[in-house]
């Protein structure tokens, strides 16, 4: 499963970017689609996640700030950060599964820094 992603950068705090993740059209349809996150010395946590009908998942510290959201036209999701702080820095990585319990693949990771 190759999943691109793109967008990552630097920002100051206060700042936005958005993040940008292609997957094969038979992927993007039918699998749970997200991003999770990685910061030196910590485990890899979930950031957002399309899991299904309803309302995506948001992990607590980004909600309000963070938005999941899909483009099936392109095959592609995105993950705009607003209000970005520096405890949002991290490698951020696209996400996707069969199911909920199903393998993790991963597409490549982008850097993100909230740096003043």
């Known amino acids: 499963v190759q999943l691109q992603a793109s967008g990552g950068g630097s920002v100051q705090p206060g700042g936005s970017l958005r993040l940008s993740c292609t997957a094969p059209?038979?992927?993007?349809?039918?699998?749970?689609m997200g991003w999770y996150r990685q910061s030196p010395g910590k485990l890899r946590d979930l950031v957002a996640r399309?899991?299904?009908?309803?309302?995506?998942n948001y992990a607590d510290s980004v909600k309000g700030r963070f938005t999941i959201s899909r483009d099936a036209s392109k095959n592609t999701i995105y993950l705009q950060m607003n209000s970005l702080k520096p405890e949002d820095t991290a490698v951020y990585y696209c996400?996707?599964?069969?199911?909920?319990?199903?393998?993790?693949?991963w597409g490549k990771g982008t850097q993100v820094t909230v740096s003043s």
């Open positions: 399309f899991e299904g009908v309803g309302t995506p």
């Open positions: 059209r038979n992927i993007f349809s039918i699998w749970y």
């Open positions: 996400n996707a599964r069969p199911s909920l319990t199903g393998a993790h693949y």
